[in-house]
């Protein structure tokens, strides 16, 4: 079993729509949270992050962490085609400086 | 606002042939990294080094060396490129192991291809 598990996709949803992307992972220790979005031909850029348990918001996205059921999401409202991208969800232990990545979603937003 | 800057953005070597990726940030960063992307398998750490003056294996070191040479600047080498190191290489750097989130940056890659 990987660390980390994240559903390759491809998603594909209407301009509008709610999108909810997924990792799970088996490693408890984990106490940071990352998501990442990939543009095509682009390095990952950092999109937001969490510590521990709960949820944050910035603008229309939200991050929420589940520490008990070793899940995090990414939900994005009012999604947009520029929304296209490969999504990638990190995570750290602390006192390390490496990240364990999922493999990536890849959503893809119609006009 | 650079961040992190690779080069070269693309190069085609041949079986046998060396080459040395360069990777420089200008955030004050401590630590810094190496890692290949191939389709389905993800983002794969090759070597990092979480402070200068120390580097360590990644997931899959073979094949590779990498050189710390300052706090900005750290290189990988290939000595020997063979088809299966055809991969994107990206480089990213972050503040280190401390408390906080601490995120990598990365950056936009070099894509190498080995024929």
Not at chain 1, 49 to 69: H, L, M, P
Not at chain 2, 28 to 55: F, V
Not at chain 2, 69 to 77: G, I, Q
Not at chain 2, 79 to 102: L, M, N, R
Request: aromatic residues 12%; hydrophobic residues 30%; proline residues 5%.
């Amino acid at each position: 079993q990987k660390e980390v598990e994240q559903d390759p996709g491809p998603l594909s949803v209407p301009e509008g729509a709610i999108v909810s992307l997924n990792c799970t992972y088996s490693n408890s220790a984990f106490q940071y949270f990352m998501w990442y979005r990939q543009y095509s031909r682009k390095g990952p850029e950092l999109l937001m992050y969490t510590y521990s348990s709960g949820n944050k918001e910035d603008g229309r996205f939200t991050a929420q962490v589940d520490k008990s059921s070793k899940y995090i999401s990414l939900f994005i409202r009012d999604s947009q085609p520029s929304d296209s991208a490969t999504y990638l969800c990190a995570m750290r232990i602390s006192g390390y400086s490496t990240l364990t990545f999922g493999k990536g979603t890849m959503l893809l937003v119609s006009p | 606002n650079a961040g992190v800057t690779q080069t070269p953005k693309f190069q085609v070597l041949k079986t046998g042939q060396s080459m040395t990726l360069q990777c420089a940030q200008d955030m004050n960063h401590n630590s810094m990294y190496w890692y290949r992307q191939d389709p389905g398998m993800g983002l794969r750490l090759i070597y990092y080094s979480a402070s200068e003056g120390t580097t360590d294996k990644g997931e899959v070191p073979n094949g590779y060396n990498v050189s710390r040479l300052n706090k900005r600047e750290f290189s990988l080498r290939l000595e020997s490129a063979a088809p299966s190191q055809t991969s994107v290489y990206f480089c990213a750097s972050s503040d280190g192991t401390g408390t906080g989130v601490q995120p990598q940056h990365f950056g936009d890659g070099t894509r190498l291809s080995i024929l």
